[in-house]
């Protein structure tokens, strides 16, 4: 199968855990910049990594990048790239665009030269002059930055942090590419106990029952790609395949849930039987001031309340005190906590063991790690 250059989208912060992921994936030749990694691979490359990359947001096949400052420029050179080797005659290829510091600001101009010039392409391809547009859709991307231009076209359709499994919507969801981002960041092992004591819809303990199995996390979904002559069932049948059997039979998982809004709750147990992990999750209606556990060198990875609006501060630095009383006396546990709030540490009681600056959609938050001892090993039997 023939390699080319293929794009995983990223949210700002996690790249280099996007880059990691690949890396776990066997690909090698990568490059890290804002927003997106950069790799080589092939037709099936595309498959694998849309089923198992936890933290990107999509997949792109990049058809061509070049140096752009006139709309002549954009149109001969977008026409020179080789469109027809991915795009069938029946092919629906709906252009978007963004530019950024770039001399050709107008975004929908560039759309439309860029539509015309792969028109023009597919029409020396095809010998026809009109195209219906009513086949599978190959969604195209028009990127300037400061004058240099990416074309790309999108495999995945839907981002990648829609998993298939959360199909009903709580207050302030928060992104499932993010609560693994969370996880993966907290380095929790399947064997140690988590907790998530504000859990909500239950995104960040399903995506932990998910780490802990090894289950990718598409395994549930479709893509957009799926449809691509190109890219034969066959792949994706291999892929999907490989990942079935690489799901860990061989753990127990001690995963908890807790909130103190029923209906909530209701909603974590849905998600968590959609996502094929219900059995492996302990949720629980319980106020976070009733907290406590015998057990010890377990995790808590949590997204508490924000506290947004005014007249919600007063309440949510409440909760943080509460949060430095209550954990404060888990001695053993690791914490891990995303919020928007720069003070939390003072509010907390204790300085962070360290900090990371994340985004949870378009607020800014702050990822704030406390670790705690690691357990004792275990004598080994003679």
């Known amino acids: 199968m023939s390699q080319f250059e293929l794009i995983a989208t990223a949210a700002f912060g996690l790249e280099s855990l996007v880059a990691e992921e690949l890396r776990d994936l066997g690909y090698t030749e990568l490059k890290v910049e804002n927003g997106k990694v950069t790799f080589r691979g092939d037709e099936q490359a595309i498959c694998r990594t ?49 530019s950024i510091k770039s001399t050709l600001f107008s975004v929908s101009d560039c759309q439309a030269i860029v539509k015309k010039a792969v028109v023009e392409k597919m029409k020396e391809k095809y010998k026809i002059n009109w195209f219906e547009e009513n086949g599978p859709t190959y969604p195209i991307e028009v990127g300037l930055l400061k004058d240099l231009v990416t074309l790309t076209i999108d495999t995945s359709g839907a981002g990648l942090h829609k998993r298939g499994y959360r199909k009903l919507v709580s207050r302030a969801p928060l992104r499932e590419t993010l609560a693994a981002a969370m996880i993966s960041l907290s380095r929790w092992q399947a064997e140690r106990v988590f907790i998530d004591p504000f859990c909500g ?57 807790f909130d103190y809004d029923k209906e909530v709750l ?17 949720f629980q209606e319980r106020s976070f001031t009733d907290l406590s556990t015998k057990k010890k060198y377990g995790y808590i990875i949590c997204n508490p309340p924000y506290g947004q609006r005014l007249e919600e501060k007063s309440a949510v630095e409440r909760l943080y005190r509460e949060m430095g009383h209550v954990l404060g006396k888990l001695e053993t546990w690791s914490f891990y906590v995303l919020t928007s709030s720069p003070d939390f540490e ?14 949870n959609g378009m607020i800014k938050c702050y990822y704030y790690q406390f670790f705690g001892p690691k357990p004792p090993r275990q004598k080994s039997q003679i």
């Open 201 to 257: 819809a239950g995104t960040i303990p399903i995506e932990a029952a998910l780490q802990g199995l090894n289950i990718a996390p598409g395994l549930k979904r479709k893509f957009m790609a799926e449809e691509w002559s190109n890219l034969p069932p066959r792949l994706w049948e291999e892929a999907r395949l490989e990942a079935h059997d690489l799901i860990r039979q061989d753990v127990t998982l001690d995963l908890a849930g």
């Open 266 to 282: 209701s909603l974590a147990r849905y998600h968590a039987r959609e996502a094929g992990v219900e059995k492996y999750i302990h």
């Open 50 to 98: 849309n089923l198992w990359l936890r933290q990107a947001e999509r997949i792109l096949v990049q058809i061509g990048q070049f140096g752009a400052c006139t709309f002549e420029e954009l149109f001969e050179r977008t026409k020179a790239l080789p469109w027809d080797e991915w795009l069938p005659a029946e092919a629906c290829f709906p252009v978007q665009g963004k």
């Open 346 to 359: 003072k509010l907390f009681g204790r300085p962070a063991n360290k900090n990371r600056k994340l985004y």
